[in-house]
């Protein structure tokens, strides 16, 4: 029984899930709204057809039990000995094949009387609706409603047979020729959260599509109808792939509807395939979100943004933010309210409003996004200012997306080297997962790369990259201000190694070069489209890619605040830069300074050649060679012997006595000078007047 629910349930799961091109095996990537703007702008996504024509009706006030696959423990168990004894009889009269006898004893257990039947009247009459009759008139339908009655009537149904129901009633429907009355009886039966009924809506709908005849009687009725402009939205891509006609002939059957239910879906479905005519004719029929969404398309398509905008916010106040059109649960939410704010973030960005683009990206939930705008596009001024007005809610609302903000940054081994220090800040109430939580390491990396490393220390607080960032502000700060050269490079040194051992996480950039959100292993602008659309709506993209999608004012931005290498884990040509400035303060020839030549190549060994082979000519110009240390210049590097590079240092030899000499003479000529002046002045105020010859 296990088995055969388990093939039911992946027959189903492969049935409602839209059939594609294979994409290559490969490392699946949340969708980006940047990277391909013009596809962005040109697609709109399809819904979910099991999520869609769960809701052709109103959900009932009282659900059936939905028993869909499998069967629960003991569902066949617990009635009266009477009630029992005779449905076991006629079970297995059923069985045999013995029609009149299993007949005969269903429907002795609905003549017991209310309470000796609790458990299995609802069984009997089910059965009795499956049992072949062999009069002229059937009364099959009959007793699938009974079914439906008994458990309104509160009787027993463990097996979902109320729900079950009406799907063997619908069943004889369509073969009766009734596809409006089966519609009807399996849209109730998905209401009722039955997969089999969604299941049986779609191979309805595929039958219909393909049988002009048919489709145009049913289309007769709305329920209908709407059934068939879902069908067309939600599984466009199936018929480009499966059909030779495509979509084309649905379309033209379903444009042809005067009065339309279901204009949105319709409206949706034409743009999806290019058909623009249609689209135009019919958006704004039905006034629902997914029609202003449609609208804001077109309004792009004729170059209005500002009307997009404002269909665009229209659009997304009127999606629940529960909604997902996702039909994979292992591939993450694909919610149609965060979408349609990622293109409004999106517009925002083209019209240079960085602040407003920043905040609807929050509110898309596209980590890949928001760490482009916080990174590359605010100023670290506004990026200060975006962080710490987000709140809790923003971690709640993306939890979809990104999963429990409780998840622990517990992966990576913080003690790089051992720089001591204190650690007592408390843990903060996000984790590090949380939106609000990347927000901040962000926010922190990026001050550590400009030099502000106290600052920076706030951000890393309570994660397990506090200890490395406290150690590299540190190091920073001891090669600044100490007054030995010997002291300033190995701090410098210290400051190197951690930020080649732990510069993805301290210093890297979250996207672009170094990809920090993808702990730097994968190059994801590799994996970043274009994507592919269908040859129609490719020209939409086209028409799109003529918009001003990127502003000067965000290309100054990306230049300003570029890492301070453009390679790819720049990090690692920061720490060369400082084991270089480190080898700068010692001695050339001594071992400290090949030694830290040798890691300043080594860091670099792989994005940087031709760095190495410069390290390499300047050691060899200037340093001495070294004997029994084994190193391997660029790959094996000793640790720099800072203590006997300080003994190496030139001692200072001045020449004390001669200097001593000429400080004496010059400080003794200095006092006496004024000694001699004041004595000859006073001998010649008192000399005597002589008078003046004639």
């Not at 697609?43 to 809701?55: I, K, M, Q, T, Y």
């Not at 950039?509 to 730097?520: C, H, K, L, S, Y």
């Amino acid at each position: 029984m296990q088995c055969r629910s388990l093939f039911a349930s992946l027959v189903v799961l492969m049935l409602l899930a839209p059939a594609r091109e294979a994409d290559a095996c490969g490392p699946d990537f949340p969708p980006e709204l940047l990277t391909d703007r013009a596809y962005t702008l040109a697609e709109l996504p399809e819904g979910l057809f099991l999520h869609e024509v769960s809701r052709l009706v109103p959900k009932p006030a009282d659900p059936f039990q939905v028993v869909d696959f499998g069967e629960p423990e003991g569902a066949r168990t617990g009635g009266g000995a009477r009630e029992t004894a005779l449905y076991t009889e006629g079970a297995k009269a059923w069985h045999a094949g013995d029609w009149p006898r299993a007949r005969a004893r269903f429907e002795d257990v609905l003549a017991l009387p209310p309470e000796e039947r609790r458990r299995f009247s609802t069984f009997a009459a089910y059965m009795l609706g499956r049992t072949p009759e062999s009069g002229p008139e059937s009364t099959a339908r009959a007793r699938f409603a009974e079914v439906r009655e008994l458990v309104r009537q509160g009787f027993d149904d463990p097996l979902g047979l109320a729900v079950a129901s009406l799907g063997e009633e619908a069943r004889l429907l369509l073969e009766a020729g009734d596809d409006i009355g089966a519609i009807r009886l399996y849209a109730e039966q998905a209401a009722h959260g039955s997969w089999t009924g969604t299941s049986s809506l779609l191979f309805v709908a595929r039958a219909l599509s393909r049988d002009e005849a048919r489709l145009r009687e049913a289309l007769k009725d709305p329920l209908a109808q709407r059934l068939m402009a879902t069908f067309a939205w939600t599984r466009g891509q199936e018929w480009l792939w499966t059909e030779d006609g495509g979509l084309r002939p649905l379309l033209d059957a379903l444009a042809s509807v005067r009065g339309l239910a279901g204009a949105d879906r319709l409206a949706a479905a034409a743009w999806r395939v290019g058909r623009f005519d249609l689209a135009e004719r019919f958006a704004g029929q039905e006034p629902t979100p997914l029609d202003a969404w449609v609208r804001a398309k077109l309004a792009l398509r004729r170059g209005d943004r500002l009307a997009a905008e404002q269909l665009l916010a229209e659009a997304a106040r009127g999606m629940s933010e529960t909604e997902d059109w996702q039909h994979d649960s292992e591939r993450g939410a694909r919610r149609p309210r965060t979408r349609a704010e990622g293109e409004r973030a999106l517009l925002l960005l083209m019209r240079g409003d960085f602040m407003g683009s920043a905040q609807k990206m929050m509110d898309s939930c596209s980590w890949p996004d928001i760490a482009y705008v916080a990174e590359r596009v605010l100023t670290v001024d506004e990026l200060k200012r975006f962080v710490h007005a987000q709140g809790p809610e923003a971690d709640a609302r993306c939890l979809p997306e990104l999963g429990s903000p409780d998840d622990a940054d517990t992966g990576h081994d913080a003690s790089i080297i051992a720089i001591p220090f204190p650690t007592s800040n408390p843990v903060p109430a996000h984790g590090p997962n949380s939106l609000t939580g990347r927000l901040r390491l962000l926010l922190g990396r990026r001050l550590l790369r400009t030099g502000a490393g106290a600052e920076a220390l706030e951000y890393f607080r309570g994660t397990s990259w506090e200890q490395p960032a406290r150690q590299y502000v540190d190091a920073r700060e001891r090669a600044r201000t100490a007054d030995d050269a010997m002291d300033r490079a190995q701090a410098l040194y210290d400051a190197s190694l951690l930020a080649r051992k732990a510069g993805m996480e301290i210093l890297g950039t979250e996207a672009a070069p170094d990809w920090a959100q993808v702990d730097g292993m994968y190059d994801m602008s590799d994996y970043a489209g274009p994507y592919e659309l269908p040859p129609e709506q490719d020209a939409v993209r086209k028409k799109m890619a003529e918009l001003p999608l990127t502003s000067p004012e965000e290309q100054q931005r990306l230049t300003a605040h570029a890492p301070p290498h453009p390679l790819r884990y720049h990090y690692r040509s920061t720490a060369a830069d400082l084991a270089e400035q480190a080898a700068a303060l010692v001695p050339p020839r001594s071992q400290a300074y090949a030694a830290l030549l040798c890691h300043a190549a080594r860091f670099t060994a792989y994005s940087e050649p031709e760095r190495s082979q410069r390290l390499w000519s300047t050691y060899v110009k200037n340093g001495a060679l070294l004997a029994g240390e084994g190193m391997v210049f660029g790959q094996q590097c000793p640790e720099p012997d800072f203590e006997r590079a300080r003994a190496q240092q030139p001692k200072l030899s001045l020449p004390w006595k001669g200097l001593r000499r000429r400080t004496l003479a010059a400080l003794g000529g200095g006092l006496l000078l004024p000694v001699a002046l004041g004595a000859a002045l006073l001998l010649r105020r008192k000399r005597p007047l002589t008078p003046p010859r004639g």
